[in-house]
């Protein structure tokens, strides 16, 4: 038997009776249930969250634009390992082949106390075709928003044609230029940086990305020639709504942002899996400043992935993480899978707001729409409290539905309902639609509060545990009433036993 046949949906009447239950008498109600808590058997931490009280999100301040940096190169001269050694942990996707890195990647650095933007970008080639010169105009991009550049060289192979390309390239831009020559791993091969004079660029820095010899001078060099405040980023501001975009491979979660930000920002290509590391990108749509995340298409099983789409995954997944709500894309031309129904359960267990984001709208047929249908009230039931938006991320449909959307779920998800409001409901529920019995006694709930928001999390002190599905009935009442669409709601239960008298 479902919940739905054991418990009734909703009764327009309960919202009835709670609107007009005013702020006083619910919280007059709480204070006598709360009284009554004091004759069972309470823990430190029952006490801490009875009397503790979560104090509300900081608004948004403009923070100083940090100064940029950027590291260009040719493919596979360490680029992102030495992004790796600046940075002090292995952020940035490494592997040994040519080609890993696409996007123009920022990382918060610091260094000597001063914090900056440091940008890994994918190797920069002549000439190139397909994915690769969109990967090569990536580079140029980054060149173009830094403050200042370093340029890396494979000390071991010297000054090729591709280099100096790449120097005319750096001298038309005008940005100071540090050349860095990479894996220098001993003091011979210092004499072999020393060829690198004849790229012009002033005195080649040997260093060693892999094991460090080098870097810290390479970056007191930088602190020189780094502005205090940048002169080409946008000034940061300190609390935009980090939304993950979240989706199989190739599903189209690059072109929403480009779509987004209004210029080509990532590599999109019809090769699935383009983009490995999360980029971030501050964006401004429908009025309000966003910072977006595009991160590498969550495949069928991360454990048996290799390489680059290793590491891409798990970045994927620290990626929403950070995130406040996630607009999982799902492809309308293809039918919901389970790696689909996965991915959007990995954003539950995350407890992050969630926006279901129909892509490829335009190139729905009406059969396909009726089978689509079919398989989100079969497959996406346990989601439909999420918004929908049905979008076009190539072309831009319906776009600016996707931030009603986000504001809506963002709501939700720091909604905080009243102690008095939330023991006012819990008290029609069990009055209409009392516990079963189980083995011969009926649990009993003694006081409720919402302990947390982001996402709203509730805690319930019983005389007992609560069978599953009269918890999702309290659960789906509390959407019916307060709403809570486009986030997950926590319930917990702390089963207390009565003092012993004495």
Do not use: C
């Not at 430190?44 to 948004?60: F, K, M, N, Q």
């Amino acid at each position: 038997m479902s919940d739905s046949d054991t418990y009734p949906h909703y009764d327009p009447a309960l919202a009835d009776r709670l609107a007009a239950i005013d702020d006083a008498e619910a919280a007059q109600r709480a204070r006598a249930l709360r009284a009554g808590l004091d004759e069972y058997e309470l823990e430190e931490e029952d006490l801490d969250l009875l009397e503790g009280v979560e104090t509300g999100a900081d608004r948004p301040v403009l923070l100083p634009a940090l100064p940029v940096l950027a590291i260009v190169g040719r493919p596979n001269v360490g680029k992102s390992a030495l992004v790796n050694r600046i940075l002090g942990r292995r952020e940035a996707v490494v592997e040994d082949v040519p080609g890993v890195t696409r996007d123009r990647v920022s990382y918060r650095a610091e260094w000597m106390g001063r914090p900056f933007t440091l940008v890994d970008t994918g190797g920069w080639e002549p000439d190139a075709r397909g994915i690769d010169a969109a990967v090569a105009a990536q580079a140029e991009v980054a060149v173009d928003l830094a403050d200042a550049v370093l340029f890396v060289v494979d000390v071991n192979v010297g000054a090729t044609t591709t280099d100096e390309r790449v120097v005319r390239m750096l001298r038309a831009s005008g940005k100071p230029v540090i050349l860095v020559a990479n894996k220098a791993d001993d003091v011979r091969q210092d004499y072999e940086a020393s060829e690198l004079w004849s790229l012009g660029l002033g005195e080649p820095h040997p260093v060693s990305a892999l094991h460090g010899r080098g870097v810290a001078d390479v970056l007191d060099e930088v602190m020189r020639i780094l502005p205090e405040e940048s002169a080409v980023a946008k000034r940061e501001v300190g609390g935009p709504r980090r939304v993950a975009l979240l989706g199989r491979p190739n599903v189209g979660k690059s072109s929403l942002l480009n779509r987004a930000a209004g210029e080509e920002r990532v590599v999109v290509d019809a090769l699935a899996g383009t983009t490995r590391d999360p980029v971030d990108e501050q964006i401004e749509l429908g009025g309000k400043v966003w910072r977006f995340v595009d991160t590498a298409g969550i495949r069928r099983r991360v454990h048996l992935q290799h390489g680059a789409d290793f590491y891409a995954s798990l970045r994927s997944s620290a990626a929403l993480e950070r995130a406040e709500v996630a607009v999982v894309l799902i492809d309308v031309t293809q039918p919901i899978s389970e790696q689909d129904v996965r991915i959007i359960d990995l954003v539950l267990e995350a407890g992050r707001a969630l926006v279901l984001a129909f892509n490829k709208w335009d190139m729905l047929d009406d059969d396909r729409r009726r089978m689509l249908e079919r398989e989100v009230e079969q497959d996406l039931a346990h989601v439909s409290w999420a918004p929908r938006v049905n979008i076009s991320a190539r072309t831009g449909r319906h776009l600016e539905r996707l931030v009603p959307a986000l504001e809506t779920a963002l709501a939700s998800w720091d909604t905080r309902i009243p102690t008095g409001k939330v023991n006012a409901l819990l008290a029609e529920l069990v009055a209409e639609h009392p516990h079963p019995v189980r083995g011969g006694k009926q649990p009993r709930i003694l006081f409720g509060t919402q302990a947390a928001t982001r996402p709203p999390t509730f805690v319930l002190f019983t005389t007992g545990f609560l069978d599953p599905g009269y918890r999702r009935f309290i659960t789906r009442r509390l959407r019916e009433v307060y709403g809570f669409e486009g986030t997950p709601i926590v319930l917990t239960m702390r089963v207390r036993e009565r003092r012993q008298r004495r």
